[in-house]
């Protein structure tokens, strides 16, 4: 996405991880990793993309971390604006715990002040083209669901890019 948009992007992502599961690597979860991520040059954006590796947990507990990483990235990055990335459906019809994390996001966004970018609410995948994005990884996309996952991405983070710059 930051490549379409033609942004300086640095990803720091980890398989498995979410703002509770730390990985079966033990990665560390979206905040223990947040505070080695270098602080110059200065982000515009921070956007957390996930959810859909935290729906093993409660969602009180999934409300707390999100809202501790979010007071986290503050307190690391100063003045930014985070975004969060909602899950994004490996299969549909959407489970009830994927969909419990989509509104605990959707509710923390707006308790935080945070953006929040919904493919579920949006229905970036659909009945015709969920198949033809699915990866050889179980419940993973495949490189055409990844590009497709990025120009979506890309046009939502270009709304929120022109918002700020109003």
């Not at 905040?31 to 991520?37: G, K």
């Not at 549909?92 to 994927?98: E, I, R």
């Amino acid at each position: 996405a930051g490549k379409q948009l033609g942004w300086l992007t640095q990803v720091y992502g980890a398989s498995g991880t979410g703002y509770l599961n730390p990985g079966r690597h033990h990665q560390g979860t979206f905040a223990a990793r947040l505070v080695h991520i270098p602080t110059s040059p200065h982000p515009d954006f921070l956007v957390f993309q996930g959810g859909r590796n935290d729906t093993g947990y409660a969602q009180d507990k999934l409300r707390t971390a999100m809202i501790n990483t979010v007071d986290l990235a503050r307190k690391h990055f100063g003045k930014v604006q985070i975004v969060f990335l909602g899950p994004i459906p490996a299969a549909l019809p959407v489970s009830g715990a994927v969909l419990a994390v989509e509104s605990t996001m959707a509710d923390v966004s707006k308790t935080c002040d945070v953006s929040f970018i919904d493919p579920i609410a949006q229905h970036w995948m659909t009945p015709n083209n969920v198949t033809g994005f699915a990866g050889h990884v179980a419940a993973h996309p495949n490189d055409a669901g990844y590009a497709y996952i990025a120009q979506r991405t890309a046009e939502d983070l270009r709304e929120l890019a022109t918002a700020k710059a109003k």
